[in-house]
């Protein structure tokens, strides 16, 4: 168990010290055929990168396939040499990145010294041309001069010419000079783009290592993970295996020197990776955290340019009165908005359902803003104490002085006055502060919020018995049990109920369940096609993760793994190809059927309920009326 443990930890550090000695450097800004120069040499690296992956899944196959720990141990080994050979190929990437950069520096200096020298001979040059001005004038005045005596006239006139001889091959010379000059700036200016090529595609070859190094020890996590889960294991075996988890776990990633910046906050200002609190989940945190780092240095410099050039011919330069709802923008919808144009595709869709309505009343959000601040008192309390629970994981709501969480209790409190009924509930706050992220003007905030629950989700979902909320969960079983049936009979199987967790993905739109990057996407399609894309996320979740789910056969951490398996997804493209493809057909129609179908005996529920409830009371006052006539007979009879 000791050898396991040492050779367990070695690797472990083998892995740390690879991401220590990652240089950190910046990728310039080149041309786009300076980037397409490189393309060859990082295809090829990519093939390998490919190979290593391929090689790596058959070491993982074995290690688990094989039966003694000898075998085991001899297959970490390899691991580590592995990660040997890994960390002294980095350190002569790193040797020839810092001669290359010496070589540059001192070949920048060069360039800067003929410079100064070049502007040393062109001051010279424009000095001499003065000197041939004035001598030229002077000769010109000389020849006017009619009482100047023949000999002196020719005398200047030969020494002034002699002298503008002089200057003439000065001249020449200067500019052959300066020729000469100019060739030698252009030829280090070949020389500097070269390098700065080889640098730009060592960055890149270092950027793949370090993901390459992260997801190699995401796997080798993943096998201490099903290691401490194996029941093959002696005690003394189990005990070494959890010190070793119990070291990974509390290896910082942050500690390592980054190539790249991957930073912890998205752009929205939510975090990145999840912090899990439960300690069984902790493992899971740190490799959930090095596949999304992973995945950021090998795509930090991708981007769906068709998906951009779509956007712009459709979005920009155009007011948003004139767009118009289209199958075009509804697909870009479903594929997620770039950041750039979101704000105007939301504001967009928010117009057209509230135009009506800001015309008849145009200064309706100041006129409801002005009640609260008149009539404080009748402002629900709740919204105070829910303002410092918002979005706790978001740096712009985190600072109770944020100006956000000011804009967030106006546009509560105005919609608290615009819709009675409801008033406020908890939910409500994470709805308004991510249309406060994205839109960031308070007033069109208010207008996302009074679509969202006066427009696009069903009646009767934000009241005290969230009635349309429950008559929703009803739908979503029956659409499991269509779509995923062996998934659906295994928690009938272990008594779980799916609508605890799934209540709170349809109250609040998955803010806060889903990683931001595809929450924005769930929310792009929501505002346009409404409830059932809900719906379509919800079963694409369970689809998503069908197979882990199967394998989990205890309640409770069936129940805590459905609460935190959202925030673990990393593969949003996949997600959304389940969501729209494979769970068609999901009409509406059939959505909105089965839930008046549902509403119809929930409401008769809730009507029976009442029913019982009055005849309780009116038995109970029954009850008491009869007792206090018996105790007031018994007090006649002792007088």
């Known amino acids: 168990s000791d050898v396991f443990n040492t050779v367990g930890l070695n690797i472990l550090s083998a892995f740390s010290y690879t991401a220590d000695f990652l240089p950190m450097v910046k990728t310039p800004s080149g041309l786009v055929g300076e980037e397409a120069a490189s393309l060859p040499e990082l295809v090829s690296l990519l093939h390998k990168v490919l190979e290593a992956a391929q090689l790596e899944k058959r070491t993982c196959a074995q290690f688990l ?23 002294d190929h980095l350190e002569s990437r790193q040797q020839e990145n810092e001669n290359l950069r010496r070589d540059l520096n001192l070949r920048d200096a060069h360039i800067a010294e003929l410079q100064e020298s070049v502007q040393l001979l062109i001051q ?8 041939i001005l004035k001598l030229s004038e002077k000769l010109a005045v000389c020849g006017e001069d009619k009482q100047c005596s023949n000999g002196l006239r020719s005398e200047a006139l030969k020494q002034l010419t002699i002298e503008n001889e002089n200057l003439k091959d000065d001249l020449k010379a200067y500019k052959t000079q300066n020729q000469y000059l100019n060739s030698e700036i252009y030829h280090l200016t070949t020389l500097w783009r070269k390098s700065s090529e080889r640098e730009q595609s060592l960055i890149v070859k270092c950027a793949v290592l370090e993901a390459n ?38 290896a910082d990633l942050s500690t390592a020197i980054k190539l790249n910046s991957v930073r912890d906050y998205d752009e929205y200002g939510f975090k990145i990776a999840v912090d899990y609190k439960i300690e069984d989940l902790k493992l899971l945190a740190k490799i959930q955290a090095l596949e999304i780092r992973s995945q950021n240095l090998l795509n930090q410099e991708e981007c769906d340019v068709p998906l951009l050039a779509r956007c712009a011919q459709l979005l920009f330069g155009r007011p948003e009165g004139e767009l118009s709802s289209s199958t075009e923008l509804k697909n870009l919808l479903r594929m997620g908005l770039p950041r750039e144009y979101r704000a105007r595709a939301w504001r967009f869709m928010i117009q057209t359902r509230t135009k009506s309505l800001k015309e008849r009343h145009p200064d309706h959000y100041q006129e409801l803003c002005e009640k609260s601040r008149t009539s404080p008192h009748l402002v629900p309390r709740q919204i105070q104490l829910d303002l410092d629970r918002t979005l706790t994981s978001n740096q712009y709501f985190s600072p109770p002085s944020s100006p956000l969480i000011q804009k967030l209790e106006r546009v509560l409190q105005a919609f608290s006055w615009q819709n009675p009924t409801i008033g406020y509930v908890q939910g409500l706050n994470r709805l308004a502060a991510i249309a406060l992220l994205v839109l960031q003007d308070e007033e069109d905030a208010f207008w996302c919020l009074v679509v969202i629950v006066d427009y696009i989700m069903p009646h009767n979902y934000y009241t005290k018995d969230l009635v349309g909320c429950q008559a929703d969960q009803c739908v979503l079983k029956d659409l499991m049990s269509e779509k995923l049936p062996r998934l659906t ?26 990683p931001t990057r595809i929450l924005f996407k769930v929310w792009d399609a929501f505002l346009y096609e409404g409830i059932k894309v809900i719906f379509r996320y919800a079963l694409a979740l369970f689809k998503y993760r069908e197979e882990g789910i199967l394998k989990i056969n205890d309640s409770v951490e069936m129940y805590q793994y459905l609460r935190i398996f959202p925030n673990t997804i990393v593969d949003g493209r996949k997600l959304t190809s389940i969501a729209f493809n494979d769970m068609n057909p999901l009409p509406m129609k059939l959505l909105q059927n089965r839930r008046a179908t549902h509403l119809e005996r929930l409401h008769a529920e809730i009507k029976e309920l009442e029913n019982l409830r009055t005849a309780y009371k009116a038995e109970h006052v029954q009850c008491k009326d009869k007792e206090l006539d018996t105790l007031a007979s018994e007090d006649e009879e002792e007088v």
């Open 213 to 250: 190094s992260s997801q190699m020890e995401s796997r080798y996590l993943g096998i201490l993970q099903k290691l401490q889960e194996s029941k093959e294991l002696n005690p003394e075996q189990r005990e070494a295996v959890k010190k070793v988890v119990k070291d990974a776990v509390r």
């Open 65 to 87: 396939a094989a039966e003694g720990e000898q075998e085991r141990l001899e297959l970490l080994r390899h691991g580590e040499r592995r990660a040997a050979k890994l960390r």
């Open 124 to 131: 010279k040059n424009q000095s001499k041309q003065e000197v």
């Open 489 to 514: 009979a295994h928690l009938e199987a272990l008594k779980v109920d799916v609508s605890l967790i799934t209540v709170e993905w349809f109250l609040v739109l998955f803010v806060e369940s889903l």
